[in-house]
């Protein structure tokens, strides 16, 4: 089935709060992609961000981000009073995170408070039944939350050395003096995963499937890290031997140095890969399907050095392969997922891949360097694939496109007999007409938007993450002309399945109510 659909992170959502949330905003968008005959909402990894704000660089690869929490439905709960809603952060077209995350945190607590004071026995049932079903990741995250905000040390490799090293004794004393901080982590993930379910529950009954994203490695500094030393490559007292990154590619000439810690793959052999299969299983719980940020790291990986400067002087180490996607279906079974193929890329990578059965990805920027056998031109697409003009790490591709040197325009305007005056919708027609069985546009380029609404340049610190939607930016006029392209490219949900889709809906009852 040829499908296509937009790319938004919930975090760019319009919205009071000062950040988008999973409210009625999300609903909006959702409704949105339904009108214009969408089938697909990717997202970004949903989980808590620390400094950098990136969600590729999380505390935790289970939790939830509590900034996306809906306050509004909290105060309908009667849990948050009307009251705490004030010096909202602004709504503008950037998250100001250093005024959300203390506004948010605020509100929360209040929530929990409120929560405490006001819950039924059902709604406090929900919430143990939650932390019970959730407690492989759940206990040890609230402990490191609470950890967090009470130190003045904010990595656990600071930490005081029974801490560090996970004595008994200390994590009971830490769970006893910080409970009631514990409790209130939980009932923000617990707030989190139902409204999060809610939503997914909207847009499935609306015929949208949402694609998740699973980054390969995790932050050092979280939980995962702290919890599970034994499955990294750390020294005695905790500290990175080696991280990760990439050598020198289109995005940086002196690679990207991730700094991620790396994985002891030997280690997650012997125990049948089950870190992973529980991160599957997780995220599967959360999404329809799920891609795979450098999927080229489970064939090799860049190894670098932890003090290392630059990306520059590494190594490629084998990964997993086979062995880990074999297992993942064994102890899961279908294994819905798209492949991000991109970067330096080896006919052992295409070949893991191709075993997999995975669909890899191709980026319409990448293919005007001048070569006509480029495998993201798109007379080189395969049916098995994903095709975007761009993705969360490129320009927009308004902004992409100004920057082209005037050859390199040419190539463009020649091979789409384009003039390039509206190119943000020409890419997307282009990607829509490809083989490929799915195409993915940021929802930046139907607004034609240009550098300044980028989502991220990869290797750079400061700036990124922070771009929203406004409420008046999509409208009626652009879902009928989105819809009108889908569908002559075969992309819309076949009318027999939206007709069985609308009867099964009217004769529901919502999940919302």
Not at 19 to 25: C, D, K
Not at 240 to 256: E, I, K, L, R, W
Not at 352 to 378: I, S, W, Y
Not at 384 to 390: D, H, L, M, Q
Request: hydrophobic content about 45%.
């Amino acid at each position: 089935m040829r499908q296509s659909g937009l790319i938004l992170h919930p975090t760019s959502l319009p919205g009071s709060g000062g950040i988008g949330a999973l409210g009625q905003a999300a609903q909006n968008f959702v409704d949105f992609l339904a009108s214009a005959k969408q089938q697909l909402w990717q997202i970004l990894p949903l989980g808590p961000t620390d400094f950098g704000n990136s969600p590729y660089m999380t505390i935790s690869a289970f939790a939830g981000n509590p900034l996306l929490i809906d306050l509004e439905a909290l105060r309908d709960q009667g849990w948050l009073p009307a009251d705490e809603l004030v010096d909202i952060p602004p709504a503008g077209p950037r998250v100001d995170f250093e005024a959300v995350i203390p506004f948010k945190a605020r509100c929360l607590a209040k929530a929990f408070l409120g929560f405490q004071e006001k819950a039924t026995a059902a709604e406090r049932a929900e919430v143990q039944s939650f932390r019970q079903a959730q407690g492989h990741w759940l206990e040890d995250f609230a402990l490191f939350v609470a950890l967090r905000e009470t130190r003045e040390e904010k990595s656990w490799n600071q930490w005081p050395m029974p801490l560090r090293m996970r004595e008994a004794a200390a994590l009971a004393e830490a769970k006893a003096a910080l409970r009631d901080t514990i409790d209130r982590v939980v009932f923000e993930q617990f707030v989190f995963a139902q409204q999060w379910q809610a939503l997914r529950r909207y847009a499935n009954d609306k015929g949208v499937k949402i694609i998740g994203d699973v980054p390969i490695f995790v932050a050092y500094n979280s939980v995962d890290v702290w919890a599970n030393r034994e499955i990294f490559r750390l020294d005695a007292e905790g500290h990175p031997t080696h991280v990760a990154g990439v050598p020198p590619d289109y995005f940086s000439p002196t690679g990207q140095l991730w700094g991620n810690p790396l994985y002891r793959w030997d280690v997650l052999a012997q125990r049948g890969y089950d870190w992973w299969v529980q991160r599957f299983a997780t995220t599967f719980a959360q999404v329809d399907m799920v891609r795979i940020d450098h999927f080229r790291g489970f064939e090799a990986f860049w190894e670098v050095a932890a003090d290392a400067p630059n990306a520059i002087k590494g190594r490629w180490v084998k990964g997993p392969g086979m062995a880990l996607f074999d297992t993942l279906r064994q102890e899961l079974g279908a294994l819905p997922v798209i492949a991000e193929d991109l970067g330096v890329i080896t006919p052992e990578v295409e070949a893991l891949r191709d075993a997999t059965g995975f669909p890899g990805m191709k980026v319409l920027h990448f293919a005007f360097g001048g070569d006509p056998n480029d495998v993201h031109l798109p007379h080189r697409h395969t049916h098995n694939t994903v095709v975007y003009p761009g993705t969360h790490d490129n320009d927009t591709t308004q902004g992409w496109y100004t920057k082209l040197d005037s050859k390199t325009a040419d190539r463009v305007r020649l091979y789409f007999n384009i003039d390039g005056h509206d190119i943000g919708w020409q890419m997307l027609t282009a990607a829509w007409a490809s083989v490929a069985d799915r195409a993915l546009a940021p929802v930046q380029d139907l607004l034609s938007l240009g550098s300044e609404a980028r989502m991220n340049t990869p290797g750079e610190a400061k700036g990124n993450w922070g771009w929203r939607l406004l409420y008046w930016q999509l409208n009626p006029e652009m879902a009928l002309r989105l819809r009108r392209i889908t569908e002559r490219y075969g992309r819309a949900l076949p009318e027999e399945a939206e007709a069985k889709k609308s009867d099964a809906n009217d004769a529901a009852v919502s999940p919302l109510d």
